[in-house]
Structure formats: C-alpha cells, structure tokens
C-alpha cells in the first residue's frame, strides 16, 4: 500500500514552515512538470512553494490560454484564490491583481487554491519553455 503524503501546517505561523505527513493512501507521486517549474524560480519563491508542493498539495497541469485565464480571474473568488505569475526564468513570482497583467510575455501563471490546489498553467512542450 502506498503512502499519501498530506500538509501539516502546526506551527506554520510560528515557523514559516510546512512540514509533511505521510498516511496510508494514494501514491504521492508529483506532476511530471513540478521539477521544471521548481527550476524556474528564484531562491526566495522556491523557499516559500518547494515545501507546499512537497508536502501534499494536489498539482493540475492546464495549457496557457490568456483568453479562458483572464476570464477565470475575473469570476474567481477572491478570498479562496490567489493566481501568480511569472514573465522570465529567474525573475520572482508576482501576484496578479488585474486580468491586464495576464499578457505576453508569460511563462507560466499559477492559481493557487487555499484548500491546497496549485494549478500551473504553462507552454506546451516545444516551446520555449517547456513544463510537464
């Protein structure tokens, strides 16, 4: 039987840390472009989203379609939803506060759920980056 790997968030507001649990379950297996998308981070934001995604947040890979993203930031719920993104390679995440900044140049946008999904919108593979 495999091991479910689930986020232990005690002591996060004291610590600044997520730590992992592991239960019996579903496999823990990460998304084939969780790897690529932590290599294009910069120190900072991979100290704050490598432990969220190792400690059992659920990973949805989507195509980057500008049009559909801008109309789903639109109608999301604000105080559930978080969405970043990132223009370069190396460059910080920055959170999106109006659909106008969903635009080329892109490499990816994130939609953070505060139940625990990322959902990582990117280029196909052949692009010039290419996740998943």
Excluded at 18 to 37: H, L
Excluded at 39 to 58: I, K, Q
Excluded at 80 to 88: K, P, S, V
Aim: charged fraction near 30%; proline fraction near 6%.
């Amino acid at each position: 039987m495999s091991k479910r790997t689930r986020p232990n968030l005690r002591d996060y507001l004291r610590t600044g840390k997520v730590r992992a649990e592991t239960e019996p379950g579903e496999s823990s297996e990460s998304a084939p472009g969780v790897d690529a998308f932590l290599r294009l981070l910069t120190r900072h934001d991979l100290e704050v989203w490598r432990p969220m995604l190792r400690a059992g947040t659920a990973i949805q890979e989507l195509p980057l379609d500008f049009v559909s993203l801008r109309e789903d930031f639109r109608t999301m719920d604000r105080t559930r939803f978080t969405c970043y993104i990132l223009e370069r390679e190396g460059e910080p995440l920055r959170p999106v506060r109006t659909s106008v900044q969903i635009r080329e140049p892109l490499l990816l946008a994130l939609k953070w759920d505060e139940l625990g999904t990322l959902t990582l919108y990117s280029r196909k593979l052949g692009d010039s980056v290419a996740i998943g």
